[in-house]
């Protein structure tokens, strides 16, 4: 039986292998999805996870599940933006997506990304979000994704130089109207800024008491620890904004995916040293129930 089940398995790492070989060297640009492209770097791991359809497909399954026509939604840490690109696809024409990414070298690719795909609807916002407006210094990495506020020893090694961005509260943000932003249309908030996930909750409190989103927040302890903080601080922005935590388990049945949330007492106990989190707010039903 472990032979029958393992067969499957060596045959879609085989052909995951032919494809990553048809990439060639160069960056291309390629399908990441049915109607979505981005230029793919083979020799940058996130960009091959992207064109196999392998990165993070328990954010995806909650985006499809969550996200409609019409919505806004918010992408802070957008990186290249593959999760913008998706979130934009799902609101549409009629909804709004705000990508926030303050690394200037990731901030290019992902306007690339935005025109190739004609998202019109798709604001990308040159500054980081925090819990107040200044100036702070930014440590550029060499490895994509890797760029912080709070970079982490292992980031630290990989850092080319720093430079100074703005940070702005979304608070402050949609007070001014300095952003295209309806907190009641808000659906799905994604934050993936190592290190910085606490402050920049703390920044939106006013915008997600307003709102009925979905989060989905990555906590990494090294990055949180750099800051000064921890998981249990995430735990603390969520719940001072009426949210509450809820840990993603991804699985799949009969071969199509399928996710399980799982209340948690504290973020501290979760056994791992990067993970994601989910948050809802404490007063709405349960999107998906835990063993279902």
Do not use: C
Request: hydrophobic share 45%.
């Amino acid at each position: 039986m472990r032979r029958m089940i393992s067969l499957p398995r060596r045959a879609v790492h085989a052909y995951r292998d032919v494809r990553i070989r048809l990439l060639g060297k160069a960056p291309s640009w390629r399908r990441v999805s049915r109607d979505l492209e981005m230029q793919i770097d083979p020799s940058d791991w996130m960009d091959r996870a992207f064109y196999l359809g392998t990165y993070d497909p328990a954010l995806l399954w909650l985006v499809r599940r969550v996200v409609r026509p019409g919505h806004h939604a918010l992408d802070v840490g957008a990186q290249k933006g593959f999760v913008s690109l998706h979130l934009a696809r799902a609101v549409g024409a009629a909804g709004r997506v705000l990508a926030f990414e303050p690394d200037p070298r990731m901030h290019a690719q992902l306007e690339r990304h935005r025109d190739r795909n004609r998202l019109g609807w798709l604001d990308i916002e040159p500054l980081a979000l925090g819990r107040e407006s200044a100036t702070s210094s930014f440590a550029l990495s060499r490895v994509a994704g890797w760029s912080s506020l709070f970079p982490n020893p292992e980031a630290l090694s990989a850092m080319s130089e720093r430079v100074e961005i703005p940070v702005r509260s979304l608070d402050e943000l949609v007070r001014t109207a300095a952003v295209r932003l309806d907190p009641r249309r808000l659906s799905f908030v994604k934050i993936d800024v190592e290190g910085a996930e606490p402050l920049a909750l703390q920044g939106m409190r006013e915008t997600l008491a307003t709102a009925d989103a979905t989060l989905w927040v990555e906590v990494n302890r090294a990055s949180l620890a750099a800051a000064g903080s921890t998981p249990g601080s995430i735990s603390e922005a969520l719940e001072s904004a009426g949210y509450r935590a809820l840990l993603p388990r991804f699985s799949r049945r009969l071969g199509l995916p399928h996710v399980t949330l799982e209340p948690l007492r504290s973020l501290d106990d979760v056994p791992h040293e990067v993970f994601d989190v989910v948050g809802q707010r404490a007063s709405s039903p349960p999107l998906v129930r835990s063993g279902r």
